[in-house]
C-alpha cells in the first residue's frame, strides 16, 4: 500500500516541474548562466523596443533615466502569471526575466504607459 502510493506521487512530479511558469525572474542574471538580451531604458523608452529572442532566453533592462522605470508584462503567454508587474527600478538599475515559452510578450511602463511600450517575441 505505501509503495503504491509512493509510486504513484514519483509519476505526477514530473509533469509538475514541466509546467513552470511562462516566465521567471532571475535576481543575478551573470550567474544564471545562459543567453542574455539587454534592453537600456533611456530617454523614456526601451531601447531596442522590440527584440527576438529565443525561448530560455534571459532578458536584462537596465534603466539610464533618472526616473524610476518598470517592467509590467500585459497578456500573452504571461497573462496571469502573478507576478507579471515588475517592481519600479532606480537609475543604474536593472530587472531580469527569463522567458521560457514562445510568444509574443507586450510590455510597459506602468507610471508611462501611454509613452513606454516594449515586446519580447519568444522564438
Ligand atoms: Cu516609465
Request: net charge neutral; proline share 7%.
Amino acid at each position: 500500500m505505501r509503495v503504491s502510493l509512493l509510486a504513484a506521487c514519483l509519476a505526477v512530479v514530473p509533469l509538475a516541474v514541466a509546467h513552470a511558469d511562462p516566465v521567471e525572474i532571475v535576481g543575478d542574471p551573470a550567474a544564471a548562466g545562459g543567453e542574455i538580451t539587454n534592453v537600456t531604458i533611456k530617454d523614456k523608452g526601451y531601447g531596442p523596443a522590440a527584440v527576438t529572442v529565443k525561448h530560455g532566453t534571459i532578458v536584462r533592462w537596465k534603466n539610464e533615466d533618472e526616473t524610476a522605470r518598470n517592467v509590467q508584462l500585459r497578456g500573452g503567454p504571461a497573462k496571469g502569471w502573478d507576478k507579471a508587474q515588475g517592481p519600479l527600478i532606480a537609475k543604474g538599475e536593472a530587472y531580469a526575466l527569463k522567458f521560457n515559452d514562445p510568444g509574443s510578450y507586450k510590455y510597459i511602463c506602468t507610471p508611462h504607459s501611454i509613452a513606454m511600450k516594449g515586446e519580447i517575441t519568444v522564438e
